[in-house]
Nanobody
Framework: QVRLVESGGGSAQSGGSLRLSCAAS????????WGWFRQPAPGLQREFVA???????DYDDSVEGRFTISRDISKNMVYLQMDNLKAEDTAVYYC???????????????????WGQGTQVTVSS
């Protein structure tokens, strides 16, 4: 079991940066695979943003080169550094944890077992 709590959301101008943090409590932090998803509006599906499987990072094409996912095992933290933000990045962002995900599974929200409550990111142009 793991509990996830996101923080770091807020407002930014287009071209600006934000860093989201995900604090994980519980055991087994180092064995999980991690993902960030976003939901642009209520009722819409959660979209894949980035995933980290041990040291392998994968990104959706829409954020490739602008966002960076990382983790700090010593602090049980997962991060999403978001640079060169665009208005279309506006969404609620969720941190997620899963087990032994393959490359074909990382982009599906159904592959993840644990989720945080989400943090709002608003980018104005």
């Amino acid at each position: 079991q793991v509990r996830l709590v996101e923080s770091g959301g807020g407002s930014a101008q287009s071209g600006g940066s934000l860093r989201l943090s995900c604090a994980a409590s519980g055991s087994g932090f180092s064995v999980y695979h991690w993902g960030w998803f976003r939901q642009p509006a209520p009722g819409l599906q959660r979209e894949f943003v980035a995933a980290l499987r041990q040291t392998i990072a994968d990104y959706d094409d829409s954020v490739e080169g602008r966002f960076t996912i990382s983790r700090d095992i010593s602090k049980n933290m997962v991060y999403l550094q978001m640079d060169n933000l665009k208005a279309e990045d506006t969404a609620v962002y969720y941190c997620a944890a899963g087990y032994s995900l393959s490359i074909s599974q990382i982009a599906s929200a159904y592959s993840y077992s644990y989720w945080g409550q989400g943090t709002q990111v608003t980018v104005s142009s």
